[in-house]
């Protein structure tokens, strides 16, 4: 069975630099896993702030980035902001089927 | 613009069949490309792909549910419908449908990523 994991629960002071990572158990995550990030904000659906890595849409807020690291897709968010507090969830693909992560629950504090 | 919309039953009985359809506008689902997929998500519990249907017909399932569920498309209404069968419990939750976007590189078409949900819809499995 494939699993995606994420760091359950990270912390962040406004201002400050965090990132998650999420990883697979198949092995290291590469281009062709076509990672992307979601986020969702309690009571709201999850919207896609990257894709392809490190890909971005118009409404993605300049502070996100994305890469991948030591074998793990990663979320940068550079200068946290408060409205920032949410869900943060991982897609892999697998050759015809798409997982998600568990989740890490990020706070701004 | 693209909007998707989710709409179904609010509750159904254990062991019955769910059926479930996105409305959707902003885009053909017979453009090359393009595909729709279900996710669904548990209360207080993460994500979960269910299924997506291409633009050329052809579908995929999680292999954890792909023998109770099925995946149809209606081009001329612009609609996905997603079966799902012997409904539990477990199955409570919302159930979100997705544009998904797929980038042709030489020879091949490559996923991008799921860029428009609906807003999602609760589905409370009890008797």
């Known amino acids: 069975q494939t699993v995606v994991t994420q760091e359950p629960s990270l912390t962040v002071s406004p201002g400050e630099t965090i990132t998650l990572t999420c990883a697979s158990n198949t092995g290291a995550v590469t281009r062709d896993f076509f990672p992307s990030w979601l986020q969702q904000i309690p009571g709201q659906a999850p919207r896609t702030l990257i894709y392809?890595?490190?890909q971005t849409y118009f409404w993605t807020p300049a502070r996100f980035s994305g890469s991948l690291l030591g074998g793990k897709s990663a979320l940068t968010l550079s200068g946290a902001q408060p409205e920032d507090e949410a869900e943060y969830y991982c897609l892999l693909y697998y050759d015809g089927a798409w997982v998600f992560g568990g989740g890490t629950k990020l706070t701004v504090l | 613009q693209i909007t998707l919309k989710e709409s179904g039953p609010t509750v159904v009985k254990p062991t019955q069949t769910l059926t479930l359809t996105c409305t959707f506008s902003?885009?053909?689902?017979?453009?090359?490309?393009?595909?729709v997929a279900w996710i669904r998500q548990p209360p207080g519990k993460p994500l979960e792909w269910l299924a997506l249907?291409?633009?050329?017909?052809?579908?995929r399932y999680s292999p954890s549910l792909k023998n109770r569920v099925a995946i149809t498309k209606d081009t001329s209404r612009n609609q996905v419908v997603l079966t799902m069968t012997h409904m539990d419990p477990i199955d409570t939750g919302t159930y979100y449908c997705?544009?998904?976007?797929?980038?042709?590189?030489?020879?091949?078409?490559?996923?991008?990523?799921?860029?428009?949900w609906g807003q999602g819809t609760l589905i409370t499995v009890s008797s």
């Open positions: 997705a544009h998904a976007s797929f980038f042709y590189n030489p020879g091949m078409y490559s996923f991008g990523s799921f860029d428009y």
């Open positions: 902003g885009f053909s689902l017979s453009t090359s490309g393009v595909a």
């Open positions: 249907i291409y633009w050329d017909d052809d579908s």
């Open positions: 392809s890595i490190s």
